[in-house]
T-cell receptor
Framework: NAGVMQNPRHLVRRRGQEARLRCSPMKGHSHVYWYRQLPEEGLKFMVYLQKENIIDESGMPKERFSAEFPKEGPSILRIQQVVRGDSAAYFC????????????FGPGTRLTVL | SQQGEEDPQALSIQEGENATMNCSYKTSINNLQWYRQNSGRGLVHLILIRSNEREKHSGRLRVTLDTSKKSSSLLITASRAADTASYFCATDPDSGGGADGLTFGKGTHLIIQP
């Protein structure tokens, strides 16, 4: 049973480019969460999605960031017009239920903006 | 301010000794979870303790939860070099149907010296 998959593992972008981060949840999981870990800081919740729905995006920056979890395929975290401050590790987690349940984390995508 | 805050920020002990890390939080929670992160890797879930539980064991790990003090501790007994990692506490806030994302602290960096 494969765990949470994220790709790419490392992504380098120049300022102004777009970054697309993919997350495939564990088999049977329909809840996906995205977190960002800035250097020397803890993880910060960004967004919680169920299939085709954004449940809570209270942690998402208001501009340039968007997330989706289509009926088929992985969840995508999209960052438009990246800036150096977007450089971070982005972790995806999944769970089989939304409440009171363990979240399983992927290995993360390390985004570097030059 | 952060919901989960670990203490100490860094801890260095000899192999075989016990390591204790503490976590404080501010709001009501459904559960509290501890994660480990090896350098450059994703998070690994260690243990989840629910708000109505006071103590939980898993192998060499022992977690306590004191909801009256809004604090938790993680004890690793008979430490090994492989335990060297950063340890994060994460709280699942009792937000009455709000965000299902976890709130992480900055972590405790544990170094086990051989």
């Amino acid at each position: 049973n494969a765990g949470v998959m994220q790709n790419p593992r490392h992504l380098v972008r120049r300022r102004g480019q777009e970054a697309r981060l993919r997350c495939s949840p564990m088999k049977g999981h329909s809840h996906v969460y995205w977190y960002r870990q800035l250097p020397e800081e803890g993880l910060k919740f960004m967004v919680y999605l169920q299939k085709e729905n954004i449940i809570d995006e209270s942690g998402m920056p208001k501009e340039r960031f968007s997330a989706e979890f289509p009926k088929e395929g992985p969840s995508i975290l999209r960052i438009q017009q990246v800036v150096r401050g977007d450089s971070a590790a982005y972790f995806c987690a999944s769970s089989d239920q939304g409440y009171y349940n363990e979240q399983f984390f992927g290995p993360g995508t390390r985004l570097t903006v030059l | 301010s952060q919901q989960g805050e670990e203490d100490p920020q860094a801890l260095s002990i000899q192999e075989g000794e016990n390591a204790t890390m503490n976590c404080s939080y501010k709001t009501s929670i459904n559960n509290l979870q501890w994660y480990r992160q090896n350098s450059g890797r994703g998070l690994v879930h260690l243990i989840l303790i629910r708000s109505n539980e006071r103590e939980k064991h898993s192998g060499r790990l022992r977690v306590t939860l004191d909801t009256s003090k809004k604090s938790s501790s993680l004890l690793i007994t008979a430490s090994r070099a492989a335990d060297t990692a950063s340890y994060f506490c994460a709280t699942d806030p009792d937000s009455g149907g709000g965000a299902d994302g976890l709130t992480f602290g900055k972590g405790t960096h544990l170094i086990i010296q051989p």
